[in-house]
């Protein structure tokens, strides 16, 4: 079976940096892509970033445009997330997700596989 499993989060002073990673089991990845979506206390879970798995092309929210960056490691299955310049509002539980299946999209409805969560606090 397919496992996503994130790591990386924990507490961080406003202006500081995390990186998340999400390794993942059961495939191998040639297609598709893998997205971040972060959901806080008593707020929908939103799109952070995604990336394809065959080139690479990232896709942004506003809210992290210029601050976060996501990256793959198609050999090793994994799915990074750098976030510099964090915010207080970006505290919240930090999932990834994948989709194999067209339309990819930024809606978590669409994605097939969700990690557990990692949660992320930045203090003011």
């Known amino acids: 079976q397919v496992q996503l499993v994130e790591s990386g989060g924990g507490l961080v002073q406003a202006g500081g940096s995390l990186r998340l990673s999400c390794a993942a089991s059961?495939?191998?990845?040639?297609?598709?892509?893998m997205s971040w979506f972060r959901q806080a206390p008593g707020k929908e879970r939103e799109f952070v970033s995604l990336?394809?798995?065959?080139?690479?092309?990232?896709t942004y929210a506003d809210s992290v445009k210029g601050r976060f960056t996501i990256s793959r490691d198609n050999a090793k299955n994994t799915v990074h997330l750098q976030m510099n310049s964090l915010k207080a509002e970006d505290t919240a539980v930090y999932y990834c997700?994948?989709?194999?299946?067209?339309?990819?999209?930024?809606?978590?409805?669409?994605?097939?596989?969700w990690g557990q969560g990692t949660q992320v606090i930045v203090s003011s």
């Open positions: 997700a994948a989709d194999f299946s067209l339309p990819y999209g930024l809606e978590p409805s669409g994605y097939d596989y």
């Open positions: 990336i394809t798995w065959s080139s690479g092309d990232p």
């Open positions: 059961g495939v191998t990845f040639k297609t598709g892509v």
